[in-house]
């Protein structure tokens, strides 16, 4: 039994849940997708987090050769 709330935002927008939704749930589907793209998307921050010391380490040493070359000459 859908309450009142959940009536008026079906007499408002229509019963558009999709194949996924119909097929498993509005709610089971939101969670699931709105999970799995977290959980990749903080896999990829990980992989750049891990990475971001080597880089900035490279980019410095390369701004310091050529502060040092730009003095010299």
């Known amino acids: 039994m ?9 007499a408002r927008v ?3 849940r999709g194949f996924l939704g119909d097929a498993f749930g509005l709610r089971s589907v939101f ?8 959980t990749v ?6 992989l750049l987090y891990r990475t971001y010391a080597a880089d900035v380490a490279r980019v410095q040493q390369a701004l310091e ?5 730009a003095l010299a000459g």
Not at 2 to 10: L, Q
Not at 31 to 38: D, Y
Not at 41 to 46: I, R, Y
Not at 65 to 69: D, G, M, P, V, Y
């Open 2 to 10: 859908a309450s009142g709330a959940n009536r008026r935002i079906r």
């Open 14 to 16: 229509g019963d558009h």
């Open 31 to 38: 969670l699931w997708v709105l999970v799995g793209l977290m």
């Open 41 to 46: 998307n903080g896999a990829f921050l990980t």
């Open 65 to 69: 050769s050529r502060r040092q070359a």
